[in-house]
């Protein structure tokens, strides 16, 4: 779990283009560097694809306040992910909890 999904959701469902799934990697993987942790890239791909297009034409609506809400197993992924949100200043829109939901 890098965000991408996260951040690609946060960035639909708000239309706001602040939001941008560049400056999220950039940030994670910086993060990572700067503790000496090795993170690699997800087997998905999701890093690598197009954001979602929020159109600038006239007539758009104006960004929307929208949260999402990740919830994440691993401590140390859950701590990075923190870490970007709060560094890019997102932490009130894309909300980060160390957790595991199970059946039992």
Sequence with gaps: NKGMDAVNTL????ANTAFDKTAWRQ?????????????????CGQENVEQF???????????LD?????IEAMPQTAD???RSSYQL???NSLV??????SST
């Design 27 to 43: 940030e994670f993987f910086a993060n990572a560097l700067k503790l000496n942790q090795t993170i690699h890239p997800g087997h």
């Design 96 to 101: 980060v909890t160390n957790a595991a939901v």
């Design 89 to 91: 200043g997102w932490q």
């Design 66 to 70: 929208a949260s999402v809400f990740c």
């Design 53 to 63: 297009a929020i159109s600038s034409g006239t007539g758009t609506a104006s960004p």
């Design 11 to 14: 960035r639909m469902i708000s």
């Design 80 to 82: 990075q992910l923190n």
